[in-house]
């Protein structure tokens, strides 16, 4: 800051002052009401864009600098200051003398002395950069939200184009299918007698595998249907749930020596429709998966950490190698040959994405040849929250 | 066959290879003695409602028992089965809609217009065949008492 040595202090307050305005692009002006006189500081001229020889004494010439919209707004402003003590503060737009239009912010306040107002001053401030900033961002805004707006409307019509697609696949795919299998059926039913036993045979796999590709068809819209259903909540009593499924599963005379060990598994809160399905599918690979051994054993067993139940089922069935873990989840994947253990490899795909609706998390662990441990974990926060999501 | 004064079974399937499993799955129970199989819709309420190419049959001789495909051409299965339960002349005639699979909305749909059945038209035809024995039996032996 410049020092003027011996420089008077009311002439230094004024230099200050001036060069702060100047810096600030803050113009100050006042109207004296006895006077009738207006008087702007030196940086107020310079947001106008006039030269020191600007007389404003002339209220509508002042005014006139505004733009058609701004100056009835600032008019009004003003004359409300002045005949009743309003104050005001504006953001309005100001067409300099040069003719470049720029934004204002003005300021206006009513000074009273005995209950009259005696003189209205104020600052006016050039915002324009800011303003200008400020109008992008909200235009920025309005785009993004805009964009957000048509992308939703996007993702909603591709949604309902996959729904429409499940529906085909299941209405449409079905119908021939249906053919296939009834009529190479009819072929061995009305010409069994013309048929030898090789050609019974192969109209049996064609039958056979119409069969499954019904499964497979409608693993895949069940899978769909799962993806877009919404859980309707409740309380579940685990262990009687899945005691309730294994029981459901389990074929008497094939699976009567199976050690079945249900610990005390704690309650949670979810669809019981859904997670009914995910006991089915975990249980019933238990059981298939342990078929072929002469001591058949599965534990169904419950941890729980600070976030999460986790709900474990163990089996001593054949396993699977752990190089292969990542892809047990996966739709349509079976680590197991063709005619080895029958399923479409869609149960597992349906277990996890039943699991992560709930906000939830699957996985496997197995030593090959020595069983395997698969679980589900639920938050626990989804609990507290209780009662029904959505509907 | 529409000269038949009784008509046990209506079966309406535009599918012309559904309908011969259909009418083959009712034949190995012995259902399809007295069977009218009409392709449409509009064919369907045309029998049933006594006009059209069937003005000449007697609206009172309901079918014992409707079975009804939901994807029809011309008048779909749901309006069927509207037309048919909201008209009291014809709204006791039992009807079991065949569908594509039991998940569909069409199965709560056809429950809520009055449907009293429905049959998943399996591909498993053996298991077609069982599902129509029994509610083939069902029906045509509850009718008998209406």
């Not at chain 1, 005696?118 to 050039?126: F, H, K, L, T």
């Not at chain 2, 609206?59 to 299965?77: E, F, H, S």
């Not at chain 2, 008209?87 to 079991?96: A, K």
Request: hydrophobic letters at 40%; one cysteine or more; charged letters at 30%.
């Amino acid at each position: 800051m410049r020092t003027e040595p011996g420089e008077d202090p009311l002439v230094r307050a004024n230099r200050l002052l001036e060069e702060s305005q100047a810096i600030a692009h803050l113009g100050g002006w006042e109207y004296d009401v006895a006077e009738n006189r207006i008087s702007w500081t030196p940086e107020t001229f310079r947001i106008y864009g006039v030269g020191p020889d600007y007389d404003p004494n002339n209220l509508a010439n002042d005014i006139g600098f505004y733009s058609t919209s701004s100056a009835p707004i600032i008019a009004e402003a003003f004359a409300k200051a002045l005949a009743m003590g309003d104050g005001y503060d504006l953001e309005l737009e100001l067409v300099r003398a040069d003719g470049k239009t720029i934004w204002v912010r003005t300021v206006g306040r009513a000074f009273l002395v005995g209950g009259k107002i005696v003189r209205v001053a104020g600052n006016i401030m050039d915002i324009d950069e800011r303003k200008i900033a400020q109008l992008r961002l909200a235009e920025l805004n309005a785009g993004l939200e805009r964009c957000v707006l048509e992308r939703t409307a996007e993702l909603e019509s591709a949604n309902r184009d996959l729904e429409s697609f499940a529906h085909t696949m299941t209405h449409d795919l079905k119908a021939p299918l249906r053919a296939i299998a009834g009529f190479s059926r009819m072929v061995v039913e009305d010409y069994k007698d013309v048929l030898d036993t090789e050609g019974k045979r192969l109209l049996g796999i064609v039958y056979e595998n119409a069969v499954k590709l019904d499964a497979l068809i409608s693993d895949l819209s069940c899978l769909s249907r799962i993806g877009r259903q919404v859980p309707v909540k409740s309380s579940i009593a685990m262990r009687a749930m899945a005691k309730d499924v294994y029981h459901d599963l389990a074929v008497p005379d094939k699976d009567a020596m199976v050690v079945l060990s249900i610990d005390d598994l704690p309650d949670v809160i979810g669809d019981p429709g859904l997670l009914r399905e995910v006991w089915g599918n975990l249980l019933s690979n238990a059981l298939k998966f342990t078929s072929d051994r002469s001591f058949r054993k599965i534990d169904v067993y419950a941890h729980t950490t600070d976030a999460e139940r986790i709900y474990f089922i163990r089996d001593n069935g054949v396993g699977f190698n752990p190089k292969y873990a990542g892809k047990l989840f996966g739709l349509f994947q079976r680590l197991h040959r063709e005619g080895q253990y029958a399923g479409t490899g869609a149960g597992l795909a349906k277990v996890k994405r039943i699991v992560e609706l709930h906000g939830g998390r699957v996985g496997a662990e197995s030593v090959e040849g020595e069983g395997a441990v698969f679980y589900f974990a639920l938050p626990l926060e989804s609990m507290t929250a209780g009662g029904k999501r959505g509907g | 066959m529409t000269d038949a004064k009784q008509v046990d079974i209506l079966l309406v399937e535009d599918n012309p290879n559904d309908a011969e499993l259909a009418i083959r799955a009712l034949r190995k129970n012995k259902l399809a003695n007295n069977l009218v199989h009409v392709k449409d819709g509009e064919e369907a309420l045309d029998f049933i409602f006594a006009k059209g190419q069937y003005a000449g049959r007697n609206i009172n001789d309901r079918p014992k028992l409707v079975l009804l495909d939901l994807k029809l051409p011309k008048v779909d299965g749901l309006e069927v089965l509207r037309a048919v339960k909201s008209d009291p002349r014809t709204s006791l005639t039992p009807i079991v809609v065949l569908t594509t699979s039991k998940e569909e909305n069409d199965v709560i749909e056809s429950y809520k217009l009055g449907a009293n059945s429905y049959i998943v038209k399996p591909v498993d035809f053996d298991k077609f065949v069982e599902a129509v024995r029994e509610l083939g039996y069902y029906w045509l032996l509850l009718n008998e008492h209406l």
